[in-house]
């Protein structure tokens, strides 16, 4: 199973679903930021880099809501 997969093979996994998510791909499919972050927070071995990267997702989610949230309010 995924869960039991080698961690950088999850953290990998989990840079592809957030750069489908950041273009906006209809290829994201069921991703989701949550999704991303989970994935990131159970990958092991953290470093700066993917430290990083959890901080971009963080912030492109907060991004995201927002838009959505004044995109419902119209």
Request: glycine residues 6%; without cysteine.
């Amino acid at each position: 199973p995924f869960t039991q997969s080698a961690g950088d093979f999850r953290f990998a996994t989990a840079v592809m679903g957030g750069a489908e998510l950041l273009r906006q791909s209809p290829h994201a499919g069921n991703w989701n930021y949550d999704r991303v972050l989970s994935i990131i927070s159970d990958a092991s071995m953290i470093d700066h880099d993917r430290k990083e990267f959890s901080k971009l997702m963080r912030v492109a989610k907060k991004v995201y809501l927002r838009h959505r949230d004044h995109l419902s309010v119209r």
